[in-house]
C-alpha cells in the first residue's frame, strides 16, 4: 500500500474553507436563536412545521417529512414527539398501508406556523439575502448545487431536490 501525499489546500482554497466552516456554525446559530426568542421554537421543529403547513391535508408521512425536514428518522421522530406534548402534530396510520406513520399538522401548529413564519423570514432576509444582489444570489445557488450534488446525490433532502429543479 503507497501512502498518497495529501492535497493540501490552497491559500485562498483555505480561506474559502474557513470561512465556510464559520458560516455553517454561526447561520444555524443565529436562525435558531431568533426562532427559540420569538416563538420557542427549534429550526428543526419550526421546518416541520413548515413543510407540514405546505402539503395537502397537513400531513406527510415520517420518512417524508424527515426528508423535506433535513432530519434523520430518529430526529424527526424526537421533533415530531415534542411537537405532539405541545399540541401543534399527531400521529395517526398511514391511509394508504396501515403500517407506516403520518404527521398531521393540528390546527394550533398551523396557527403556530404562521405565527412564527414572519419573524423567521426577516431574520433569514437580514442574515442571507440582503446582504447579496442578484448575481450573487445566482452564483451562490449554482454553488449550493454542485456542493449538493456531491453531498446527497440520491437527492435525500428536501434542499437537494429543490436545487434539481432549477
Known amino acids: ?45 419550526y421546518l416541520t412545521l413548515a413543510m407540514l403547513s405546505e402539503e395537502p391535508g397537513r400531513s406527510l408521512r415520517m420518512s417524508e417529512l424527515g426528508a423535506r425536514s433535513n432530519a434523520s428518522p430518529s430526529r424527526i421522530s424526537h421533533v415530531v414527539s415534542r411537537l405532539e406534548k405541545d399540541g ?22 398551523f396557527q403556530k406556523v404562521v405565527t412564527a413564519a414572519p419573524g423567521h423570514v426577516e431574520r433569514v432576509r437580514q442574515l442571507v439575502f440582503d446582504p447579496l444582489d442578484e448575481r450573487d444570489l445566482a452564483t451562490l445557488d449554482e454553488v449550493m448545487v454542485k456542493l449538493l450534488d456531491i453531498l446527497d446525490p440520491d437527492a435525500k433532502f428536501a434542499a437537494t431536490a429543490l436545487a434539481r429543479q432549477t
Not at 474557513?18 to 427549534?42: H, I, K, V, Y
Not at 396510520?93 to 401548529?109: C, E, F, I
Open 88 to 109: 401543534w402534530v399527531r400521529r395517526e396510520k398511514s391511509p394508504n398501508d396501515g403500517r407506516g406513520q403520518v404527521a398531521v399538522l393540528t390546527d394550533a401548529g
Open 1 to 45: 500500500m503507497t501512502e498518497q501525499t495529501p492535497r493540501w489546500l490552497s491559500t485562498d482554497e483555505r480561506r474559502v474553507w474557513l470561512r465556510l466552516s464559520a458560516l455553517m456554525e454561526l447561520l444555524p446559530a443565529a436562525l435558531d436563536a431568533q426562532l427559540q426568542r420569538d416563538a420557542d421554537l427549534t429550526k428543526t421543529a
